[in-house]
């Protein structure tokens, strides 16, 4: 799984593709507010982004990929 | 080139072509939605076609095209002149991109910035905002060439990358890599295409630092779309353009490139607290500067540094005085404006020149963009290149003057605007240089030692490619052509019918048979199953049966020697009769080998819709073309080299033969005049005519000028016909541009067009009547791979003469040839045919021999419009021939037309009367 929703975070890890922003804005539109941990992800699908950014999701953990974690960071604040 | 790619190129061709044609169809019936639906089609199946391949632009161009037309064809946009002119536009550039896939060249940044542009141009025929659709087209074509006023503030967007990640830039640029920030504004179609934007940017060759952001403020979660793109992407990479830009070339329009001057990122960042303490800092550390102290200074800021915490405003600042330290030549100004800042906190503003920050309390300047400067300096480099490229134009046009006036000014302008007014006058005096010389060469060299910088960095664009046009090549001097067919510069490959010898057929009289298959098995007759095979097979097969030819007329010789060396009749007559046979055979293969070089005059009339549609366009009049007989077909060496004489005669037929139409209307002529290009077959010859209902040529008017130029004497002037003096056009030196404006100018170039048609065996025939309009008549060979010669005896050497020069041959009595004024002569059925003796033409000094009845053999040949007798030893028969031009030395003997191989191995030179008599 790339994706792994628990209660109050979502768990990104390795790709995620376009495919999955769908099934992520649906688990976001139920919830909030969300922490994410994007610690094993390396690259994540832009569609994705911009649902966490429309959620106001905060980031746990950042990745350790720099190219992205450079990325996020330049939209996402780190959460509590 | 593999084969697929070659295949996409023929068919590519085939259909831009296609495309014109429709579009100039559509022209006249705007509102049919059959021709619409086609042209759709066409440019549909061509996009998908290039997406087959590596073609970005072509795509990106066709695909602006096929939604053009979809929208037409739905309604949504009514089709106009305007849209035409776009699509013809599109289309040329289209074909200039073939050209260069063709010749291997990369796609250069200057075309992918035309095909950005010509896809903007037909995209804002769809859009009713077509305003602002051609704001963008200015501004995405501002982007490629570098020019562009970047619609975002730099340094703030610089303020968003972490220090680290700058630092790292700034030491990057410091050993000399050049550093850019790329905007990507990716379509919000992109996810639906399969893009990832962020791997795209993430992936730029060079890549520091990527950072997004959201276009427009996020709708509440139920409404937002996941897979409709809001994000923009800015990128600090440390790479060359040209690789950013092949990294972006699938989408140069959605990305903004600008250069970014190492010292913009120079911005320290952090808590602000402290304020004046500092003072004692800045003051010590201005002095170490202004004493070249920089080791003092490195201490001062070293202990400072150790002092700080790490957070602070200060510290960033400090940070960056160590990092501009390490550099091999510290830069002391921007040391001294980053120490002056310290006192105010306020970041320098790196654009404004170093000399203002002398006066250390007041560094910040009014804000400003900080690549404000760079941008001039951008500006003032593409006005330089410009000029640059202005001046090393060709020097021989008529406008140097005009083009060297209109780049002193720019570039006076720019030296003033630059501070450097000093350089104006002798950049005048330069000038003054330059008209008076007719060379743009000085200002060029002034140009590269005055703005050095410039260019260095100037990039010179690749020139477009120019559009071969296969019928130049055909037009050479008639040695040229001949059977050995040169291989054309495009592999512009013939359709081919399968043709299937009749082999069955009866030997007996070659020459009714060979007229029938002409006749009956036409390219365009045969079954649509055709294919399409590369010319230089068929010459190679051309060739080979030459070969043949050849082969096969050594069997009579063979059988002669059979009977009178060896004595076998028997063998003689068997050998004979395997001629007949294989005679038979060749005749068949040659015949048809000439049917798949046939092609139709379509080949040459297609252009014309376009051309003719041009020029009337440009000039102001009405002309509607016809075409006729475009079926009619001819070997493809005579059609190509139909194209530029039929080119040259329909271009003067605009130009100057059409009136005005309102002159039209005067006279009583319709406004619109017609000019129409029949081709039809007449025997074994093409008959190509252009007509045209304009003014004419004024035929007392041409008697003058030729004879105020000395061209005709006084009687003849007198003598001469009406219709004879329209033919004076036809001597050289008769176009001259005083002509052209005293007369309706038909004599442009005509005899150039005369010679052309001359050199393929063609004839030419003028004729017009003043105030009702001209007409010209070109009568050409259908095939002119096989020579029919006659071969003559002189001087014991045998020479072959074309056959569509000869009469007659006579003989003429010894007493019947008259002297007259030195020059032989001799009267032919009441008419005076003055003789030559071949011999004396060939340098030769045997006198003519006389048969037993004492009378000259004489061959009657036609020169020109005149009969000449040429007197031989004997005649001979006549033969098919493959003529071979001469090649090498020999190819300066213009009394040659070429030399054949003849049965029994000897050599047959082939005279050419026109040039030798």
């Not at chain 2, 005096?429 to 050095?452: G, I, M, V």
């Not at chain 2, 014991?796 to 032989?824: C, H, L, N, W, Y």
């Not at chain 2, 005076?832 to 040949?861: F, H, K």
Request: glycine share 6%; proline share 6%; aromatic share 6%.
């Amino acid at each position: 799984m790339t994706i792994e929703y628990r209660d109050t975070e979502v768990v990104f890890a390795e790709i995620v593709g376009v495919e999955d922003a769908e099934v992520l804005l649906a688990w976001l539109q139920e919830r909030s507010p969300v922490q994410a941990d994007f610690s094993a992800c390396t690259h994540m699908h832009p569609a994705n982004i911009q649902v966490l950014m429309a959620a106001g999701v905060q980031v746990a953990v950042w990745p350790v990929a720099a190219p992205l974690e450079c990325a996020l960071r330049s939209v996402f604040s780190a959460g509590s | 080139m593999n084969e697929l790619l070659a295949q996409f190129l023929s068919e590519a061709r085939d259909a831009l072509e296609g495309i014109g044609g429709k579009l100039m169809e559509l022209e006249r019936a705007p509102d049919d939605e059959e021709l619409m639906t086609q042209l759709f089609r066409v440019v549909h199946t061509l996009k998908g076609n290039s997406g087959l391949f590596d073609f970005p632009e072509m795509s990106r161009v066709l695909h602006a095209g096929e939604d053009l037309m979809d929208a037409v064809r739905h309604g949504e946009v009514r089709y106009s002149q305007t849209l035409a002119d776009r699509l013809l536009d599109a289309m040329d550039f289209v074909g200039l991109l073939c050209d260069g896939i063709e010749a291997d060249k990369p796609v250069s940044a200057d075309m992918a910035a035309e095909a950005v542009r010509q896809a903007k141009a037909l995209r804002a025929l769809i859009s009713p905002d077509a305003e602002t659709s051609a704001q963008a087209v200015s501004e995405a074509g501002a982007v490629q060439s570098g020019s562009v006023a970047p619609t975002f503030p730099l340094a703030e967007q610089l303020a968003r990358v972490p220090e680290v990640v700058r630092m790292q830039a700034w030491a990057q640029a410091r050993d000399g890599a050049p550093l850019l920030w790329v905007r990507y504004v990716p379509s919000e179609e992109c996810f639906y295409q399969g893009d990832d934007p962020l791997h795209q940017a993430n992936q730029t060759p060079g890549w520091l630092w990527t950072g997004m952001s959201a276009r427009a403020a996020w709708p509440a979660l139920a409404e937002l779309d996941a897979y409709r793109c809001m994000l923009d992407f800015d990128v600090l990479v440390a790479a060359d353009r040209g690789e950013v830009e092949a990294h972006y070339r699938y989408v140069p329009d959605q990305v903004h490139i600008v250069e970014v001057p190492a010292l913009c990122l120079l911005i320290p960042q952090g808590d602000s607290n402290g304020g004046p303490v500092y003072e004692d800092f800045v003051e010590d550390a201005l002095a170490l500067i202004d004493h070249q102290d920089l080791t003092g200074f490195k201490r001062a800021v070293d202990t400072m540094i150790q002092l700080s915490s790490s957070s602070l405003w200060l510290s960033s600042a400090l940070r960056w005085m160590q990092l501009l330290l390490t550099a091999a030549q510290p830069d002391t100004a921007a040391l001294r404006r980053l120490v002056s800042a310290v006192n105010t906190f306020e970041n320098p503003d790196w654009t404004e020149p170093a000399a203002a920050s002398v006066a250390p309390a007041k560094p910040a300047a009014p804000a400003q963009s900080p690549i404000h400067n760079n941008v001039h300096a951008m500006a003032l480099k593409n006005v330089i290149d410009v000029q640059r490229e202005v001046l090393a134009l060709p020097d021989d046009a008529a406008w140097l003057p005009g083009r060297i006036k209109a780049a002193v000014a720019s570039l006076s302008g720019c030296l003033k605007a630059f501070g450097r007014q000093s350089e104006v006058p002798a950049l005048e005096a330069l000038a003054a240089t330059a008209l008076a010389t007719q060379t743009a060469a000085p200002l060029a060299a002034w140009l590269d030692q005055a703005f050095p910088e410039e260019a260095a960095v100037a990039d010179v664009p690749a020139a477009p490619v120019a559009p071969v046009a296969v019928a130049t090549a055909t037009v050479a001097p008639a040695v040229k052509v001949s059977a050995t067919v040169p291989a054309a510069p495009a592999p512009a490959p013939v359709v081919a019918a399968v043709v299937a010898p009749a082999m069955e057929s009866e030997p007996a009289e070659p020459e009714l048979q060979e007229a029938d298959v002409r006749v009956g098995r036409r390219p365009e007759e045969a079954s649509p199953k055709s294919l399409k095979v590369d010319q230089v097979k068929i010459d190679r097969l051309m060739n080979l049966i030459g070969e043949m030819v050849v082969a096969k007329n050594a069997m009579p010789y063979l059988a002669n020697r059979a009977e009178t060396v060896f004595g076998v009749r028997e063998l003689a007559r068997e050998i004979k009769g395997q001629y007949a046979t294989i005679n038979r055979i060749s005749e068949e293969m040659q015949d048809a080998i000439m049917q798949i070089r046939m092609m139709p005059v379509s080949f040459v009339f297609q252009r014309f819709p376009r051309l003719v549609r041009d020029i009337s366009r440009r000039l102001g009049k009405q002309v509607n073309l016809e075409l006729e007989g475009q079926e009619t077909a001819a070997d493809k060496n005579i059609i190509e080299s139909l194209g530029d004489p039929l080119v040259h005669i329909v271009r003067n037929s605009l130009d100057h033969g059409f009136e005005m139409p309102e002159v039209r209307t005067a006279a009583g002529k319709p406004a619109a005049g017609t000019l129409r290009i029949a081709a039809r077959q007449e025997a074994d010859r093409v008959v190509i005519e252009i007509t045209d209902d304009g003014k004419g040529i004024d035929a007392q008017a041409i008697k003058l000028k030729a004879y105020q130029k000395g061209l005709i004497d006084e009687a003849t002037m007198d003598r001469i016909s009406d219709q004879e003096a329209v033919n004076l056009v036809f001597i050289p030196g008769f176009s001259t541009s005083e002509v052209i404006s005293d007369l309706s100018g038909r004599g442009v170039g005509m005899d150039v067009v005369r010679t052309a048609i001359e050199q393929v065996h063609g004839n030419i025939v003028l004729e017009s009547t003043k105030g009702q309009g001209t007409r010209i008549r070109l009568s050409l060979p259908l095939s002119m791979a096989v020579t029919n010669v006659m071969t003559v005896e002189s001087n014991q050497q045998m020479f072959g003469i074309p056959m569509d020069a000869v009469v007659e041959t006579v003989r003429v009595p010894r007493a019947s040839v008259r002297t007259i004024k030195q020059r032989k002569a001799t009267l032919l059925r009441g008419r005076v045919v003055p003789l030559r003796d071949l011999n004396a033409v060939l340098g030769l000094a045997a006198p003519p021999v006389t048969n037993d009845s004492d009378e000259y053999a004489v061959l009657v040949v036609r020169v020109g419009d005149e009969s000449l007798g040429l007197v031989v030893d004997d005649f001979h028969e006549t033969a098919d021939i493959i003529l071979k031009p001469l090649s090498g030395v020999l190819s300066g003997l213009r009394a040659y037309s070429g030399s054949a191989l003849m049965g029994d191995g000897s050599v047959l030179m082939v005279l050419n009367t026109k040039e030798m008599l």
